[in-house]
């Protein structure tokens, strides 16, 4: 059972940053895609960004080249930095973990999430 822990949200005035930060409790980049989901209050849970072998990475389109995701094999750890944040991008934003081979990074095909952390953006 891989344990995924979220840190790093918070408020934020618009055009501010963050960094999200999710640590799991085993060595998952070699088996899995990790990525990012958030959560508006009213919506359904949407991607973010992904990230998997050979650092290749997809996002969004409403976040695409603002936030950047990445991850530190040594630490286990991936993160989210989030740059220019809008009022739109407030929401709990959940890490996630879909074993390889990927049928879909959707939220229907994830292992293992996080508990959540929340992200706040003051306009």
């Known amino acids: 059972q891989v344990q995924l822990v979220e840190s790093g949200g918070g408020l934020v005035q618009a055009g501010g940053s963050l960094r999200l930060s999710c640590a799991a409790s085993e060595r998952t980049f070699s088996s899995y895609v990790n990525g990012w989901f958030r959560q508006a209050p009213g919506k359904e849970r949407e991607f973010v960004a992904r990230i998997w072998s050979g650092e290749r990475t997809y996002y969004a389109e409403s976040v695409k080249g603002r936030f950047t995701i990445s991850r530190d094999n040594a630490k286990n750890t991936v993160y989210l930095q989030m740059n220019s944040l809008k009022s739109e991008d407030t929401a709990i934003y959940y890490c996630?973990?879909?074993?390889?081979?990927?049928?879909?990074?959707?939220?229907?095909?994830?292992?293992?999430w996080g508990q959540g952390t929340q992200v706040t953006v003051s306009s």
């Open positions: 996630a973990a879909v074993r390889i081979p990927v049928r879909s990074f959707s939220t229907t095909f994830v292992d293992y």
